[in-house]
C-alpha cells in the first residue's frame, strides 16, 4: 500500500519521511491541495530505478536489433574481438 503524505506533512516532518524512504527502499507520495504532487524516495533507490530503466531500454535495442536481423554469428563476433586485440 503507497505511503501518501501531505506536503504540509513533508514540511513538518521531513526526518521521518527520508528515514521511511531509506528503511523501506520505496517512494512516499505527497499531495498538494489533496491531489498528488511528488514521489519523493531515497537516491540509492532512484539510482536504482534509474539503472533499471536504462537496462530495461539497452535490452529492448538488442531485441529490435535481433527483430531487423542486425545480427553476426558469435564466432564471428569473438574473432574480430582477438583480431583488434592482436592490432594493439
Do not use: W
Not at 533507490?45 to 531487423?68: F, N
Amino acid at each position: 500500500m503507497p505511503n501518501i503524505r501531505s506536503s504540509a506533512d513533508l514540511r513538518n516532518n521531513y526526518n521521518d519521511i527520508s528515514s521511511y524512504c531509506h528503511a523501506y527502499n520505496e517512494p512516499v507520495f505527497i499531495t498538494k491541495n489533496g491531489k498528488g504532487d511528488l514521489a519523493v524516495m531515497s537516491m540509492e533507490t532512484y539510482e536504482e530505478m534509474a539503472g533499471r530503466i536504462e537496462l530495461y531500454s539497452k535490452l529492448q535495442e538488442g531485441l529490435a536489433d535481433i527483430d531487423a536481423g542486425n545480427t553476426r554469428p558469435f564466432a564471428d563476433v569473438m574473432a574480430d574481438l582477438r583480431h583488434r586485440r592482436e592490432r594493439r
